[in-house]
Every structure is written in C-alpha cells, then in structure tokens.
C-alpha cells in the first residue's frame, strides 16, 4: 500500500468515526426532542425555555455552517 492510500485510509477511519458520533448524538437528540427534552406541559417555566433555546442556538449555528446559511452563507 503506498503511503497516499495509507493516510486516504486514516483518513476515511477518522472521518466515519466522526460520523458514527454525530448519528449517535443526533439519535440521542431525536430520542429527548420526542419526550420534550424531559419536561411536563404543566412544569415547564422560562428556565426550560431559555435551555431550549441554547439548545437551537448551538443546533442552528451547525445547520448554518453545514448547508452554508446564515453567517457562513457562501
């Protein structure tokens, strides 16, 4: 094997790693989004919306920057 196809492969193992943690955090995700993030309807207070509203904040600056909307609109 010559040494392009060596790193062509290190590569490719880092990258799917990589992958198989975000499909592992997004499954997470998906799973807490489907229970409300674990609140009650009758015990939510603004505590929970300001979280919730971090949480879309991080969400939307990944989605800006991997579809190149928003501030890293191309």
């Known amino acids: ?3 392009r196809a060596t790193d062509n492969s290190k590569a490719l193992d880092a990258f799917l790693a990589a992958k198989f943690e975000i499909d592992a955090m997004l499954e997470r995700l998906t799973a ?3 229970d409300h993030f674990d609140t009650h309807p009758d015990e939510i ?6 979280t919730l509203n971090h949480y879309r904040a991080k969400l939307r600056e990944i989605a800006d920057c991997a579809f190149g909307e928003g501030e890293h609109a191309r």
């Open 45 to 50: 207070d603004w505590g929970d919306v300001g």
């Open 1 to 3: 094997m010559t040494r």
């Open 32 to 34: 807490l989004s489907a």
